[in-house]
Nanobody, 120 residues
Framework: QVQLVESGGGLVQAGGSLRLSCTAS????????MGWYCQAPGKQRELVAV???????NYADSVKGRFTIARDSAKNTVYLQMNSLKPEDTAVYYC??????????????WGQGTQVTVSS
């Protein structure tokens, strides 16, 4: 089992910045990918950014050039630096870690979510 705890959300004006953190504890091994997802009211949860165990990153088109995902393996933490925030970025942000134990066994772990609100 992997436990994820997010922090760093809050209220910010448009154009401002926030940095989200997600720290893992528990059986942290064979982690395949780490990512951030967001869910706005009335909408489905969607991908924001991911980073693989090899360091490759991928971003939603809506955040490219504004958000940066990074990891600190020594601290078992993944970050999401959010710059030039827009009101449409308002959502609950969830951390997700994928653990691949075998070709047939894959676990997805989610954090509790952190609210990001961007005022216009």
């Amino acid at each position: 089992q992997v436990q994820l705890v997010e922090s760093g959300g809050g209220l910010v004006q448009a154009g401002g910045s926030l940095r989200l953190s997600c720290t893992a504890s528990g059986s942290i091994f064979n982690i395949d990918v780490m990512g951030w997802y967001c869910q706005a009211p009335g909408k489905q949860r969607e991908l924001v950014a991911v980073i693989t165990s090899g360091g490759m990153t991928n971003y939603a088109d809506s955040v490219k050039g504004r958000f940066t995902i990074a990891r600190d393996s020594a601290k078992n933490t993944v970050y999401l630096q959010m710059n030039s925030l827009k009101p449409e970025d308002t959502a609950v942000y969830y951390c997700n870690w994928g653990q691949k134990l075998s070709d047939a066994t894959y676990y997805n772990y989610w954090g509790q979510g952190t609210q990001v609100t961007v005022s216009s």
